[in-house]
């Protein structure tokens, strides 16, 4: 009876059971539910040994991280060591546990930290765990100085993330070249580092990109930034600086608000060392000299069986390539001969006149070919000669009153008429009239011309360019392409108009670019070597920043610094218009003018 009464609750339990599973999968309409995505990142419970411990063993101790849930290293780089290590210590996941390896011997009666920026995150999501920096000493005493600082990009004026910050006790100029650094930190996403934990004594400071982790400065793939001056701490780490706290890189504001005691200006350094480091040709026409650093200077240059006038040649605007185009009619030498009589660094690291032959060999493409490939047609990829040249043409509705348009060429000009062009108002009843304009080569570049407008355009009327065929002739023997141009001053009335007044304007020139209010994308570009008014018509409405150069040497580009020469790279400024900002908002329909003082704001 009682086995009886047991197998028949039993047999009702199953049949409860059934139909559960069986109501269960009969709801195929609403899909289960994960729950609300987790975006809290991991909690720090316990630290063995407790930061801040000293005599810490100096091989063989290993540090215990225990998380909330389970951690993740994401990149076992990001974790610093400082002073660094060639060994680097390495990590292992255990549990909820992130257990950390010394695995060189530690430097006797040093105060160490392990900073392990965004290295850890949680397992499921990829939250980031807040920026942990763990403090030890192998000695009886922890160091306790600091000191802040953010590394910017010399070109853009953006934060740079993940740069190598270094000190060096050593104070030559060359430490960085040879050395580990005393202490070294990472800058976060915002560029800004602190240093801490160390003695009160001079150091020299450098910043640089150190792309094969081995924290020692490398001329040839780095970018390098240093201070001028040597750098001695003065503030004392203590748990309530705001500074030293954790911060989230997502908290705009919070972040924004660290201040730094030093600005440091990261940049690309151009080799000192000068030698021809690449040749070629790459037409049967034209080719180019590669020099490994800037400012070259070629005594001579002689082609074998070519007259001197035949050569055209060009520098780009730093001076460390120089293309060159031959003016001829007739087909050159698969292999043509060249002599340069140029400055050479010798093995005194002085500059010397060195030549060198060159046996340049022509390519097998030609680049005044078009091919031909019609589908079903005989002859399809037969390979015709050009019989004229395009220009590449580029214009714009809002800059050409006062800037023009241009055309730029493949190859140089050997001729050209400029009267043959015409360019031509058409008024909204269609009638058309004349209108003058300037004619003039860039001083830049040899093969771009640009055409602008002498007198005002006005609002509604269409303009006309015309270029026939045959007006110019290149160094091939090609004639240009028939070209028309249009365009037409904008009738938006919602555009603004902006003067930029500038004044004591005290070196050879100044690069101004305007930007979007990123600072990625320059919009337009300028340049001011006088105290002028620049005018910015035809502007939409939109924030904008203004990115300003000192372009003391007046060639037009932003030079680079040099390390061991103590030179700083060319000054990059934003322009505040209220302390702390630089972004102008630009309404529709506005008109504005703001004066700069360029003597204040690169003071």
């Known amino acids: 009876m009682m086995k009886a009464r047991t197998i028949t609750i039993f047999g009702i339990l199953g049949f409860a059971i059934c139909c559960m599973m069986s109501h269960s999968c009969a709801n195929t309409t609403t899909p289960p539910s994960g729950g609300p995505k987790d975006t809290i990142p991991p909690v720090l419970l316990n630290i063995v040994p407790e930061n801040g411990t000293v005599n810490f063993p100096r091989f063989g101790e290993k540090l215990t991280l225990t998380y909330n849930e389970y951690t993740v290293v994401k990149d076992q780089n990001r974790m610093t060591l400082s002073p660094p290590h060639r060994k680097r210590p390495s990590a292992k996941v255990k549990g909820k546990n992130i257990v950390v390896t010394f695995n060189d011997t530690l430097n006797a009666d040093q105060t160490y930290t392990l900073d392990f920026g965004d290295a850890l995150a949680d397992n499921n999501e990829g939250n980031i765990a807040p920026r942990l920096v763990y403090t030890f000493s192998t000695g009886e005493t922890i160091d306790s100085m600091y000191f802040t600082g953010s590394v910017i990009s010399s070109t853009t004026l953006a934060p740079v993330k993940n740069a190598i910050v270094a000190i060096y006790s050593d104070l030559s100029d060359s430490a960085c070249l040879k050395k ?14 602190v240093i801490r934990n160390i003695k009160p004594i001079p150091y020299r400071l450098y910043a640089f990109s150190d792309m094969d982790n081995d924290y020692i400065y490398n001329p040839d793939t780095d970018e390098i930034a240093f201070s001028d001056t040597e750098i001695v701490p003065s503030k004392v780490v203590r748990d309530s600086i705001f ?4 911060f989230q890189m997502k908290d705009t504001l919070r972040c924004k608000a660290r201040k730094a005691d030093i600005q440091l200006t990261i940049f690309k350094e151009h080799q000192s060392v000068q030698y021809l480091q690449d040749s070629k040709r790459v037409t049967d026409k034209s080719g180019y000299l590669k020099f490994s650093a800037g400012d070259a200077k070629i005594n001579s240059l002689e082609f074998w069986g070519l007259k001197p ?4 040649t060009q520098f780009n605007q730093v001076r460390d390539s120089m293309d060159f185009w031959i003016d001829s009619k007739y087909r050159l030498p698969d292999s043509l001969m060249v002599k340069v009589n140029y400055m050479k660094t010798d093995s005194t690291g002085v500059l010397a006149e060195a030549v060198e032959d060159l046996s340049l060999a022509v390519e097998k493409k030609d680049e005044n070919k078009t091919t031909l490939n019609v589908p079903g047609k005989s002859g399809a990829g037969k390979v015709v000669a050009d019989t004229t040249f395009k220009f590449t043409v580029t214009v714009s509705d809002e800059t050409v009153q006062k800037e023009g348009f241009s055309l730029l060429s493949k190859w140089p000009l050997r001729s050209f ?16 009239k004349k209108k003058e304009f300037i004619f003039s080569e860039d001083s830049l570049e040899i093969r771009r011309f640009l055409i602008t407008p002498k007198e005002s ?3 509604g009327y269409d303009y006309t360019v015309v270029l026939p065929q045959g007006t110019f002739v290149d160094i091939t023997g090609l004639p240009n392409e028939r070209e028309e141009v249009k365009f037409k001053i904008p009738q938006d009335e919602k555009l603004s108009f902006i003067t930029l007044s500038f004044k004591n304007c005290e070196v050879a020139g100044y690069i101004v670019e305007i930007t979007d209010e990123s600072g990625k994308k320059i919009v337009r570009t ?4 006088h105290d002028q008014d620049l ?9 904008y920043m203004i990115r300003i150069v000192q372009d003391v040497n007046g060639n037009r580009v932003l030079d680079t610094g040099n390390l061991l020469q103590h030179m700083q790279p060319e000054k990059s400024r934003y322009y505040e218009y209220t302390a702390g900002n630089s972004v102008l908002e630009v309404p529709e329909s506005t008109e504005l003018t703001q004066e700069i003082d360029l003597r204040t704001m690169f003071k």
Request: hydrophobic fraction near 35%; charge should be negative.
């Open 535 to 543: 005018e910015l018509q035809y502007m939409k409405a939109g924030k």
């Open 417 to 432: 008429s400029v009267d043959s062009i015409t360019f031509t108002e058409t008024n909204p009843k269609g009638q058309k």
């Open 180 to 193: 580990v650094p005393d202490a070294a930190f990472r800058s976060d996403e915002w560029g800004f580092f």
């Open 457 to 459: 355009l006005t609002k």
């Open 526 to 529: 300028y340049y001011v070597d």
């Open 243 to 246: 500074e030293l706290g954790y």
């Open 309 to 312: 006038e035949q050569i055209i």
